[in-house]
């Protein structure tokens, strides 16, 4: 599994450096494709695998004020799909779950306030912030037998969020 985010610099477009955006890619971009280049010559030496990258429900959602998190995000996503294809034959599943707001930290640093926070909470369909514990049974339920036949997917654990 790979979880690598950092939120990056939160404002508008005009406020984005150079350094802002290779900060955010390096992390939540490069730090995926390095995983998963290494984790895949292991697994193709042992003929089988599954690779979970965390992505968000902003991997395939667009957000006001964070640009550069968005767009490192669907990266992400599109790099999952695009892995699972040239792994389709190998026995090495690739797949992403996206969490929809969840009550962390980093959406805590991103919201920057609690009404802005409930705010956020308030869009998700099921009424309420999803909890990391519900974000890891959604990567339990990908990695596991059960989901055997998926490769490419990406799965949202967002309360509903990403039907609106």
Do not use: C, W
Not at 59 to 81: L, N, P, Q
Not at 100 to 112: A, I, S, V
Request: charged share 15%; no cysteine; glycine share 12%.
């Amino acid at each position: 599994m790979n979880n690598a985010a950092t939120e990056g610099a939160v404002g508008p477009i005009t406020d984005q450096t150079a350094e802002s955006f290779a900060a955010t890619f390096e992390t939540n971009v490069l730090g995926v494709v390095l995983s998963m280049k290494h984790e895949v010559r292991a697994m193709q030496a042992q003929g089988s695998g599954n690779i979970i990258n965390i992505s968000s429900t902003y991997g395939h959602e667009g957000a006001a004020f964070a640009s550069i998190y968005v767009g490192a995000k669907h990266a992400v996503e599109g790099i999952t799909k695009s892995v699972a294809l040239e792994l389709a034959k190998s026995g090495i599943r690739v797949n992403a779950v996206a969490p929809g707001p969840t009550d962390t930290g980093m959406l805590t640093r991103f919201t920057g306030t609690a009404e802005n926070k409930a705010a956020l909470a308030s869009q998700v369909p099921l009424g309420r912030l999803g909890l990391s514990k519900e974000v890891a049974d959604g990567i339990v339920l990908i990695a596991s037998d059960e989901a055997r036949f998926i490769t490419g997917h990406v799965l949202n654990v967002d309360g509903g969020h990403s039907a609106n």
